[in-house]
């Protein structure tokens, strides 16, 4: 009879993000600017 070695786990662990990387994600989007000329769109990041 064949053993099955993989088993489910019943509940996932959480996985939450460091400060440091929400940090990041808020700063990168704060310095992006979208800009629309005609139908072509431009990303600047202004530092």
Same mark, same amino acid.
Do not use: D, H
């Given at each position: 009879?064949?053993? %099955?070695?993989?088993?489910r786990? +019943?509940?996932?662990? *959480?996985?939450?993000?460091?400060?440091?990387?929400?940090?990041?994600? %808020?700063?990168?989007?704060?310095? +992006?600017?979208?800009? *629309?000329v005609?139908?072509?769109?431009?990303?600047?990041?202004?530092?």
């Open positions: 009879m064949a053993k %099955l070695y993989s088993k786990k +019943l509940a996932t662990p *959480k996985m939450l993000p460091k400060k440091e990387t929400i940090r990041l994600i %808020l700063q990168y989007s704060c310095a +992006l600017n979208m800009i *629309k005609g139908n072509m769109n431009f990303e600047n990041i202004a530092n």
